[in-house]
């Protein structure tokens, strides 16, 4: 029993020893040309929200920091959705519900995945929306925001920080819940 223990020793040595050989020989030099990682911002709680400006069908600019700015600085929602996304059909009507019942103390923004102007607005009327539905053509603040899912909702203090991140269908307790918590901290 002796000689199988020390068999399987020198066995494990022997493996340990090559492994590392294998890495040290076949590991590739970073060569001064090779480009460079570029690390983009992400809504991670605890920190700023990444400002961004959209503009809905009709036009009008939103800047993010412009609502979080100054002592009159709101509350933030983010939606991240699309009218093909039937989970974001299902949450609408109470994120139109819950826009309403805190109109003018939390805005509520909703961040379309890359469809037209005229889907959006389709949409809006549809579920006869009437906070900002954005238009993110380019689906560049959706990249910045790293929305991988649909929907996503973000909600940001009314300093512009990132409080919590939720994937997938909110529900309407959820929803007033989270925003209660940021006018209480607002306050």
Known sequence: MIQTQSQWA?????????????????????????????????????YLAP????????????????ITAGAQGQPIVLNFWASWCGPCRIE?????????????????????????????????????????????QNQEVNSTYQINSLPTTIFIDA???VREVQIGIITKAVLEDRIEQLIAEAE
């Open 10 to 46: 020198t066995l494990l040595f022997l493996v340990i020893f090559l492994g590392g050989g294998w890495i040290a020989l076949s590991r590739e030099e970073v060569s001064e040309s090779a480009s460079a990682i570029i690390l983009t911002e992400a809504p991670i709680v605890g």
């Open 51 to 66: 400002d961004f400006t959209l503009q809905t069908p009709l036009g009008e600019t939103i800047v993010l920091s412009d």
């Open 92 to 136: 609408m009507p109470d994120l139109q519900q819950t826009s309403m019942k805190y109109n003018g103390r939390v805005a509520v923004l909703g961040i379309n995945q890359g469809e037209n102007n005229q889907a959006i607005t389709q949409f809006g009327t549809e579920f006869n929306v009437t906070y900002p539905l954005l238009n993110d």
């Open 159 to 161: 300093n512009g920080i």
